[in-house]
């Protein structure tokens, strides 16, 4: 297959601006949608078309198909390339798509569909020989079997809804008391929200790292992994920093758990990029917890270590050009890190709409922006508070820490509220800079810091 002509972009934000100059760089013009919202988005001015798809409700807009498949039609688009949230995970969406004879930028609906229902996966994981956390086989449907299920891994225990993911639909328990209320609701929310109640149970790890791995994988058959990310720095199953590699695996451990999320890709015969998420404990043993079949926000860290621009892997694949490197060509190269910049108030996290009266991005050696920013920019408040990403790269972590404190200084964002000081006050933070954290360090910081 010859390379795209044109494809049309089914996203906002500063993935869509990052998608779009994938096109420019790889001669292909892009399409832009927008919500009438949107009208004067980075997006909808950097793309070569743009196509207003609806109203400012993600709901009539960006997850409305009809108006992205008629945007589609109308543009003559010949590829759709989803980012990431909205319809990036919805197996329909792609199936549609490429019933329309378009290309769908990502992973087969299949695949999506086996990783989407987290009970399939992780049976499939299993045959993989891919490490499970201990629980129950598949599905749990009634109390007593919960019950039987807890008789061999004791307490605490999470529950969590097959149709969940990402820290939806999910019930930590810690005592007998409260398992059946828990199960039960577990249950209806799980119906409510998915209209699929089916649900399992886990032991519940309790200061696990989140570490992922990133898979690329071709049409021809080839799959590589691209090492890992630590992505332990979160508040409310919502990422703040990630950095690649993890401060925290020796050599022995990475290849241990990379080899696991290639065999996690390879099970599936995964096309695209993708990533697994494992839990790690404080003895480095590690467990599955789900695939994501889409790129990912924190994707940037990985390009920088390992010097593979993934939407363009993303892009070429999904035209059918086989991965001009193998396994043995990738090295880690540095350390990068990302901040995460959000419209919000840096310890409330109270969302910050408004007009961005002066904006200035960092810059200088190894520093990379990805933002929809610009001065006079009105960030509505309809979507997402993510407003860019500041990436730096360095020889070594500590030095990378450094150039990201010298970039979040450089940082200008006026007129609106901004997370820049949270990032200031976590990369000075010892325990951050001694990489001595799990998954509930921002929480508990924060907490004890009251702030
Ligand atoms: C867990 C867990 C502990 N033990 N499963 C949260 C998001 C979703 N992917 C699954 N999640 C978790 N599953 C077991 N068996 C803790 C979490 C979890 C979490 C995981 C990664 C990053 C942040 C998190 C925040 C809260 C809970």
């Known amino acids: 297959m010859a390379m795209f002509h044109k494809i049309l972009i089914a996203n906002r934000g500063e993935i869509a601006v990052r998608i779009i100059?994938?096109?420019?760089?790889?001669?292909?013009?892009?399409?832009?949608?927008?919500?009438?919202?949107?009208?004067?988005?980075?997006?909808?001015?950097?793309?070569?078309?743009?196509?207003?798809?609806g109203p400012a409700p993600s709901a009539q807009s960006y997850l409305n198909i009809a108006a992205l498949?008629?945007?589609?039609?109308?543009?003559?688009?010949?590829?759709?390339?989803?980012?990431?949230?909205?319809?990036?995970?919805?197996?329909?969406?792609?199936?549609?798509?490429?019933?329309?004879?378009?290309?769908?930028?990502?992973?087969?609906?299949a695949s999506m569909r086996t990783m989407g229902d987290k009970v399939t996966a992780k049976k499939e994981m299993e045959i993989a020989g891919v490490p499970l956390v201990p629980g129950s086989e598949g599905a749990?449907?009634?109390?007593?079997?919960?019950?039987?299920?807890?008789?061999?891994?004791?307490?605490?225990?999470?529950?969590?809804?097959?149709?969940?993911?990402?820290?939806?639909?999910?019930?930590?328990?810690?005592?007998?008391?409260?398992?059946?209320?828990?199960?039960?609701?577990?249950?209806?929310?799980?119906?409510?929200?998915?209209?699929?109640?089916?649900?399992?149970?886990?032991?519940?790890?309790?200061?696990?790292?989140h570490i992922e791995v990133q898979v690329l994988g071709d049409t021809h058959g080839n799959i590589v992994h691209l090492f890992e990310r630590e992505c332990s720095m979160q508040r409310n199953n919502q990422k703040v920093l990630e950095e690649a590699p993890s401060?925290?695996?020796?050599?022995?451990?990475?290849?241990?758990?990379?080899?696991?999320?290639?065999?996690?890709?390879?099970?599936?015969?995964?096309?695209?990029?993708?990533?697994?998420?494992?839990?790690?404990?404080?003895?480095?043993?590690?467990?599955?917890?789900?695939?994501?079949?889409?790129?990912?926000v924190e994707h940037p860290v990985t390009e920088w270590i390992t010097g593979v621009d993934l939407i363009e892997w993303q892009i070429r694949v999904a035209a059918g050009d086989k991965l001009d490197f193998c396994q043995d060509n990738i090295k880690i190269k540095g350390h990068a890190i990302e901040c995460r910049i959000n419209a919000e108030h840096p310890f409330k996290f109270t969302p910050s709409p408004g007009t961005v009266e002066l904006y200035h991005a960092?810059?200088?050696?190894?520093?990379?922006?990805?933002?929809?920013?610009?001065?006079?920019?009105?960030?509505?408040?309809?979507?997402?508070?993510?407003?860019?990403k500041v990436i730096t790269h360095a020889r070594d972590r500590q030095?990378?820490?450094?150039?990201?404190?010298?970039?979040?200084?450089?940082?200008?964002?006026?007129?609106?509220t901004t997370n820049q000081e949270l990032h200031q006050r976590l990369l000075a933070n010892p325990g951050f800079q001694s990489a001595d954290f799990n998954i509930h360090f921002l929480e508990k910081w924060l907490h004890q810091m009251s702030l």
């Open 21 to 53: 100059r994938a096109c420019k760089e790889l001669g292909i013009r892009s399409v832009a949608v927008y919500s009438e919202a949107d009208r004067d988005s980075m997006h909808t001015r950097l793309a070569d078309e743009s196509v207003c798809i």
């Open 69 to 109: 498949m008629a945007a589609a039609e109308l543009t003559d688009a010949e590829a759709i390339h989803p980012g990431f949230g909205f319809l990036a995970e919805n197996a329909e969406f792609a199936d549609i798509v490429l019933e329309s004879g378009l290309v769908w930028i990502g992973p087969t609906p």
């Open 140 to 209: 749990v449907e009634t109390i007593e079997e919960a019950k039987a299920v807890v008789k061999t891994s004791g307490f605490p225990i999470i529950i969590k809804a097959s149709a969940g993911g990402g820290g939806r639909g999910m019930k930590i328990v810690h005592s007998e008391a409260s398992l059946s209320n828990a199960f039960s609701m577990c249950k209806t929310e799980a119906g409510a929200a998915f209209g699929d109640d089916t649900v399992f149970i886990e032991k519940f790890l309790e200061e696990p790292r």
């Open 247 to 296: 401060p925290y695996l020796d050599p022995e451990t990475r290849e241990k758990i990379c080899a696991a999320g290639l065999a996690a890709a390879k099970a599936v015969n995964y096309v695209g990029a993708g990533t697994i998420e494992f839990l790690m404990n404080s003895d480095k043993s590690f467990y599955f917890m789900e695939m994501n079949t889409r790129i990912q």
């Open 362 to 388: 960092p810059g200088g050696r190894s520093v990379r922006v990805d933002s929809q920013l610009y001065t006079g920019y009105k960030i509505p408040p309809h979507y997402d508070s993510m407003i860019g």
């Open 399 to 416: 030095k990378c820490i450094r150039r990201m404190q010298r970039a979040m200084d450089e940082l200008v964002i006026l007129g609106v």
